[in-house]
């Protein structure tokens, strides 16, 4: 199994500004990745972290909005840029190893006033 | 594309019964499905991976059975406790990638 932190766990910010998320993961892992998660809805997928190249992107999501990075095997940043108050939601990385079973972290609480 | 359908509503059982949450999907039939617990203000938690090939799967307390004629897969959870309570997540694998798909999920209320 892999253990994964967030920093932060909550944010606060205004529109306009940017958010960097970081997300480190206790052991090396194949895959990584970030979810957006509104109340009550489903995990959607914002893109695949690869590292030493540009991450993969799910539709509706672009680099300009939400650019990540991947300079390891073990951590990832997901920024989110100018943003709005539909920024508002969970920020969840998450990672695989050998196996298909996902281990994520605790999450980040963003509210963009 | 896959769409996975989850019980919108809450479930409430009463402690000791057996909970079953349904997960249904419409498309293809994945290589394997997976069942994750999330609680509120936390990331969701691997709890069990079945395999297409496999019609049932169980882990302590919990079962989970899948039916790929029917789409469909139940996850049991027998003697519940409040400590069950929680939103139960369905997972399915993305064969065009490394992609995982969930549902929304189903929470569960169990009182004591």
């Known amino acids: 199994s892999a253990v994964i932190s967030q920093k932060p766990s909550r944010d606060i910010c205004q529109r306009g500004t940017s958010l960097t998320i970081q997300c480190q993961v206790d052991?090396?892992?194949?895959?990584m990745f970030w979810y957006r998660q509104q109340p009550g809805q489903s995990l959607t997928l914002i893109a695949t972290a690869n590292q030493g190249s540009e991450a993969t992107y799910e539709s509706g999501f672009v680099i300009d909005k939400f650019p990540i990075s991947r300079p390891n095997l073990t951590f990832s940043t997901l920024t989110v840029s100018n943003m709005s108050p539909e920024d508002s939601s969970i920020y969840l990385c998450?990672?695989?190893?050998?196996?298909?079973?996902?281990?994520f972290g605790p999450g980040t609480r963003l509210l963009v006033l | 594309s896959q769409k996975i359908e989850q019980n919108s509503e809450a479930l409430n059982i009463q402690e000791g019964k057996t909970a079953t949450l349904t997960c249904n999907y419409t498309?293809?039939?994945?290589?394997?499905l997976q069942w994750y617990r999330q609680d509120p203000g936390r990331g969701p938690v691997f709890l069990l991976l079945i395999r297409e090939n496999e019609k049932e799967k169980r882990k302590e307390r919990l079962k989970v059975t899948f039916d790929t004629t029917l789409k469909q897969s139940l996850f049991h959870i027998t003697a519940s406790q409040p400590a069950d309570s929680a939103t139960y997540l369905c997972a399915l694998d993305d064969p065009g990638g490394f992609k995982t798909i969930f549902g929304a999920g189903t929470r569960l209320f169990v009182k004591a």
């Open positions: 998450s990672a695989t190893g050998s196996q298909e079973t996902q281990y």
């Open positions: 052991s090396q892992v194949t895959m």
């Open positions: 498309n293809y039939s994945p290589a394997y």
